[in-house]
T-cell receptor, first 115, second 111 residues
Framework: DGGITQSPKYLFRKEGQNVTLSCEQN?????MYWYRQDPGQGLRLIYY???????QKGDIAEGYSVSREKKESFPLTVTSAQKNPTAFYLC??????????????FGPGTRLTVT | GDSVTQMEGPVTLSEEAFLTINCTYT??????LFWYVQYPGEGLQLLLK?????DKGSNKGFEATYRKETTSFHLEKGSVQVSDSAVYFC??????????FGKGTKLTVNP
């Protein structure tokens, strides 16, 4: 079955450590996205990528980094510079259309807790 | 800039009640509009979409009509079930590279 996988489902880290969240898709989508979700604040865009080897900052990129070396993969690193990293992280992908973005397909999410 | 405004939650209904979740938007041009649903602890799932004015999206008994004159895309369901309890997000694709999401509305349906 085609879809997006995120691993792990739950992740625990100590403050000051970098941590990398995995996102893989087998939908053959060009575009991929990372969102952060906090209670009552909806989704906030961290980074997105329209093609391999290219990505752009979203609304809250500070303290995060990404890479897009393969079409299927878009890992997110939460660095020690991120002030409040505890959150639910969602990865998404979409077909890239000339007229603008199509609907996005979401993974199951990773809940990161930093203590 | 482009934005989406959803009704504040939480919304609590009894089973078989009628549901309306309001969504209005601000955008230039002719954006596509979406409703997503998120069940507890899961990612978002596309519920329905509409790509042009007067289009009606529908799925699983939910409907929403793209009203350009009122810049609205309200979600409705005639008879909700306990299994519809979730958070619902309205979103728009304004023609740029990103979707714009509302803050979400939490729905609880009691038996």
């Amino acid at each position: 079955d085609g879809g997006i996988t995120q691993s792990p489902k739950y992740l625990f880290r100590k403050e000051g450590q970098n941590v990398t969240l995995s996102c893989e898709q087998n939908l053959n989508h060009d575009a991929m996205y990372w969102y952060r979700q906090d209670p009552g604040q909806g989704l906030r865009l961290i980074y997105y990528s329209q093609i391999v080897n290219d990505f752009q900052k979203g609304d809250i990129a500070e303290g995060y980094s990404v890479s897009r070396e393969k079409k299927e993969s878009f890992p997110l690193t939460v660095t020690s510079a991120q002030k409040n990293p505890t959150a639910f992280y969602l990865c998404a992908s979409s077909i890239r259309r000339a007229g603008g973005p199509d609907e996005q397909y979401f993974g199951p999410g990773t809940r990161l807790t930093v203590t | 800039g482009d934005s989406v405004t959803q009704m504040e939650g939480p919304v609590t209904l009894s089973e078989e009640a009628f549901l309306t979740i309001n969504c209005t938007y601000t955008a230039t041009g002719y954006p596509s509009l979406f409703w997503y649903v998120q069940y507890p602890g899961e990612g978002l799932q596309l519920l329905l979409k509409a790509t042009k004015a007067d289009d009606k999206g529908s799925n699983k008994g939910f409907e929403a009509t793209y009203r350009k004159e009122t810049t609205s895309f309200h979600l409705e369901k005639g008879s909700v079930q306990v299994s519809d309890s979730a958070v619902y997000f309205c979103a728009l694709a304004p023609g740029s590279e990103k979707l714009v999401f509302g803050k979400g509305t939490k729905l609880t349906v009691n038996p």
